[in-house]
Nanobody, 121 residues
Framework: VQLVESGGGLVQAGDSLRLSCTAS????????MGWFRQAPGKEREFVAA????????YYGDSVKGRFTISRDNAKNTVYLQMNSLKSEDTAVYYC???????????????WGQGTQVTVSS
């Protein structure tokens, strides 16, 4: 399974951005998918996760109410809609698939290469 993120960029505080992660492989539709982020000098942080059918979603405390995760299994794609962006959201955002344990931990079997999101204040 390969994961490819897109949609990152430079935006201003208060703006919105939508990240996409497209997966190859037939197991995508059966996998919980997650988004993590990592800022320079910091540990990788859980952002959001979604179960295989989209029935359950989970968010990190710092993004609750601002970010929304969704998926389209027909397109093998998971999305992260980010609204009301803040400078502290600046990080490399990674898509991940098929967790080996708790969805909020960076213990997924598959990872994308990451996409940079920079929010200027």
């Amino acid at each position: 399974v390969q994961l490819v993120e897109s949609g990152g960029g430079l935006v201003q505080a208060g703006d919105s951005l939508r990240l996409s992660c497209t997966a190859s492989g037939r197991t995508f539709s059966m996998s919980t998918m997650g988004w993590f982020r990592q800022a320079p000098g910091k540990e990788r942080e859980f952002v959001a996760a979604i179960t295989w059918n989209g029935g359950n979603t989970y968010y990190g405390d710092s993004v609750k109410g601002r970010f929304t995760i969704s998926r389209d299994n027909a397109k093998n794609t998971v999305y992260l809609q980010m609204n009301s962006l803040k400078s502290e959201d600046t990080a490399v955002y990674y898509c991940a698939g098929d967790p080996r344990g708790l969805y909020a931990l960076p213990v997924y079997n598959y990872w994308g290469q990451g996409t940079q999101v920079t929010v200027s204040s």
